[in-house]
């Protein structure tokens, strides 16, 4: 039970980074992104081709894949999103969806459906209180928790997150107060690129790099994000978490290929008896 418990903090900090990306962009841009899984791929596959491909170190490979992530995040707003926003939400989730399918074959397209791993060094596991661990494991609770000191960081101490709260809390007081809304959404864009790249490589080392590795997390993700309060950054860290374990430790009691069955159900719950989430707020008709 110990083993079983400590894998679902590792599966629920590995899906804390997406979780956040989401929370992220719905709080400032009010749509479900459903691309998220084809970009966690796509990271993952670019910082392959850097670490086994060109010999580079895992670390520099995935600084530098966060960064042009990020980046490409802007330029795929630029090109896709921008031009549908004032069209609603749920066009824009559409236009996601449609996103995904496309960088997933385009994943497809240059590395095929075989499955690929990362050129680092195979660690025996050891154990600390009869629990097994492994080099991975360890290294994706660090860089998880660091990457979520430094979110909540930026977000509570910088006027760059200081202005993304206010744009996701009222946009239009926002503008009124002089933010500019496109700067905020361009920073939200990269900061949410770079949150997808680190995921995707943290899931790479978990798992193979295969095209359909970040749409299998999907449902997780929303689940984790949706439970802890959709634009709750706090919301998605304990929504992932608790997704994570309590899918892990379902497998005691049912077979593991029904565990993709328990984030359905907790979205299910949480829609009927919390639309806002653990840690949302509730919407306020007037």
């Known amino acids: 039970m110990l083993q079983t418990l400590f894998n679902g903090f590792v599966t629920g900090i590995t899906m804390t980074l997406p979780a ?5 962009l719905f709080g400032v841009l009010k749509f479900a992104n459903f691309a998220i899984g084809a970009m966690m791929t796509v990271a993952a596959y670019m910082a392959f081709a850097l670490n086994a491909q060109l010999g580079w170190p895992l670390l520099p490979s995935t600084i530098v894949v ?5 980046l490409l995040c802007i330029a795929v707003d630029v090109v896709t999103f921008k031009p549908l926003r004032d069209r609603g939400s749920i066009t824009l989730m559409v236009a996601s969806l449609g996103l995904g399918f496309v960088l997933e074959n385009i994943a497809r397209l240059f590395y095929g459906n075989s499955a ?44 760059v997150g200081r202005a993304m709260r206010a744009v996701a809390d009222n946009p239009s007081l926002a503008l009124v107060r002089g933010i500019e809304s496109g700067r905020i959404i361009r920073w939200t864009w990269f900061i949410a690129g770079v949150l997808l790249a680190v995921g995707g490589v943290l899931i790479g080392m978990d798992r193979a790099i295969e095209p359909p590795m970040g749409s299998s997390y999907l449902i997780a993700v929303f689940a984790a994000a949706i439970f802890g309060g959709l634009g709750s ?6 929504g992932a978490l608790a ?14 290929n029904y ?6 159900c907790v979205i299910a719950l949480v829609l009927i008896f919390r639309p806002q989430g653990l840690m949302g707020q509730a919407h306020i008709r007037r």
């Open 20 to 24: 956040l990306a989401v929370t992220l």
């Open 243 to 256: 997704i994570g374990i309590v899918s892990e430790m379902a497998t005691l009691v049912i077979p593991p």
């Open 116 to 159: 690929r791993s990362f050129a680092i060094e195979i660690a025996r596991p050891f154990r600390v209180m009869d629990i097994r661990m492994n080099k991975e494991q360890m290294i994706t609770i660090v860089v998880s928790t660091v990457a979520m000191l430094a979110m909540y960081f930026l977000l509570t101490r910088t006027p």
């Open 259 to 264: 565990r993709i069955g328990i984030p359905l």
């Open 66 to 70: 966060a960064i042009v992530c990020g």
């Open 233 to 238: 950054p706090l919301g998605a860290f304990l």
